[in-house]
């Protein structure tokens, strides 16, 4: 999963960066969390990418029925312009009507 998310200030971006590391340290103690990874974009001095990596399509569906992809959503809601959400696999891509199928199946 990649997420890219633009905000509007510094002072934003440093609130997000906060939150995101906050996500991240409780994805690292989920099941079938293989990484967590969050990067700032060189020459978008207000724009994070928030990378997670899961062991099975299984785990990774799991947790974007749970609280922790609330947040998330909640964190893509401050981005000054669309954020950007993509899901990877080994044989395709896809993006936030990935989501919104999965979590309409039922919360974790």
């Not at 939150?19 to 994805?27: G, H, I, M």
């Not at 401050?78 to 009507?97: I, N, Y």
């Amino acid at each position: 999963m990649v997420i890219t998310i633009k905000v509007s200030s510094q002072y934003q971006l440093n609130t997000l960066i906060q939150a995101l590391k906050a996500l991240a340290v409780s994805a690292r103690a989920e099941r079938g969390m293989l990484d967590c990874k969050l990067y700032q974009s060189v020459g978008e001095e207000t724009s994070v990418c928030f990378v997670e990596h899961w062991q099975a399509t299984d785990d990774l569906e799991y947790q974007m029925r749970s609280n922790r992809y609330t947040q998330l959503l909640a964190l893509m809601e401050t981005a000054v312009e669309e954020p950007s959400m993509e899901f990877h696999t080994v044989s395709r891509t896809q993006g936030l009507d990935y989501l919104q199928a999965v979590r309409s199946v039922g919360k974790a």
